[in-house]
């Protein structure tokens, strides 16, 4: 199996939800990067058949990311009073009333042992630490196990458990925070200029630069910064391979950096998106814990996607979203960052 320095320095975030997709990540993997599974919300069964469906169209690496599990109340009280603000609208999609889910989030240890079974390179958590154990226990498989830092602590943390690299996450970074430590489960929001160094300087592993980085000079500036490699979301969203609805897509390409928001709206946990109506008429809102606004706000995400109707799904991306909008296919990005990873 690959170790870390044999990869490929450009590597494609993972990213769950409708873009998840074996054609995806075997676009990059097989462009000459480094594709990755968001399989957070792929039942384990899904995340066999999509690895095999990457396998069968690469024989190039990738990786797999799960969420760590997050301890979390059910609080029937306020998914209720979310539940009654989705209402009005799932009436203007012409959806049937909002409902309490049956099931809020995959089981985690058998999407673990999922994703063992269908050996990628790399195997990547967010939002938590893996733990001591568990990361021995999957080195000792032969992977490569990752965390994910939006702080100096959560390296250490993260660094003391074993793991092999550390995604630095910054504030820039589209989708969820991936941050555990502090009052708030998102914790810090600092930027990835200041983060990435820090990181390399306290660290004694290899660091990830993550968020913000969109095009070649972004990449050439994490090298500076002391970065191992470097992910990249946002700017893949907008490939010719992924396969993100034309809605979401035309969103994204009309949306100025200002648009560009922290919200909880749709799931209940920081994450960072294109302002729309959701994010603007839920912003200060008390809301229920993650994952119970993310499963109730599916059905409407969903639907609205179908109808055309931008305001009403997670529009998740990052503030580099304007610095490349027309990326061409996965291969011709890889190519564009690597120019970056050279100078
Ligand atoms: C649509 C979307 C979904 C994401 N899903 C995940 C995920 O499942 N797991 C994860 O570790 N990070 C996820 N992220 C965050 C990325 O890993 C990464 O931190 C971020 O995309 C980097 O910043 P950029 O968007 O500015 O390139 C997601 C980001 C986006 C845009």
């Not at 975030?13 to 097989?30: F, R, W």
Request: aromatic share 6%; hydrophobic share 50%; net charge negative.
């Amino acid at each position: 199996m690959e170790t870390l320095f044999q990869l490929p320095p450009i590597w494609m975030a993972p990213m769950a939800g409708e873009v998840a997709s074996a054609a995806l990540v075997a676009a990059v993997s097989a462009g000459g990067g480094f594709g990755q599974l968001g399989a957070a919300y792929l039942t384990p069964a899904r995340i066999g058949e999509i690895a095999a469906d990457i396998r069968a169209r690469t024989d190039r690496p990738f990786g797999i990311n799960l969420f760590c599990p997050l301890p979390w109340l059910r609080d029937d009280a306020a998914l209720d009073a979310y539940l009654a603000r989705l209402a009005g609208w799932h009436a203007e999609l012409g959806l049937p009333m909002p409902a309490r889910p049956e099931r809020f989030e995959e089981d985690f240890e058998a999407q673990l042992a999922a994703t063992v079974a269908a050996r990628p390179a790399v195997i990547s958590f967010v939002m938590g630490d893996p733990g001591l154990a568990r990361v021995a226990a999957l080195k000792a498989q032969g992977f490569q196990v990752l965390g994910t830092a939006t702080q100096v602590a959560e390296g250490l943390l993260l660094q003391a458990s074993g793991v092999d690299a550390v995604i630095a996450q910054g504030f820039e970074a589209g989708g969820h925070r991936g941050g555990f430590l502090g009052a708030e489960a998102e914790g810090a929001l600092i930027g990835t200029m200041a983060l990435v160094p820090q990181l390399v300087d306290a660290l004694d592993i290899p660091v990830i630069a993550a968020g913000g980085i969109a095009d070649a000079r972004g990449v050439t500036a994490a090298r500076a910064l002391g970065a191992s490699a470097v992910t990249v979301g946002t700017a893949f969203l907008l490939v010719d391979e992924c396969p993100l609805s034309p809605t979401y897509r035309a969103a994204l390409r009309a949306a100025g950096d200002g648009d560009s928001t922290l919200t909880r709206a749709f799931s209940g946990r920081l994450a960072r998106g294109v302002a729309n109506r959701v994010t603007r008429e839920l912003d200060g809102v008390a809301l229920p814990a993650f994952p119970q606004p993310n499963a109730a706000s599916r059905p409407m995400r969903q639907a609205a996607a179908k109808a055309g109707q931008a305001d009403f799904i997670s529009l998740w991306a990052g503030q580099a979203l304007p610095l490349n909008r027309t990326p061409g296919t996965a291969a011709q990005l890889v190519a564009a960052l690597s120019e970056g990873w050279r100078a």
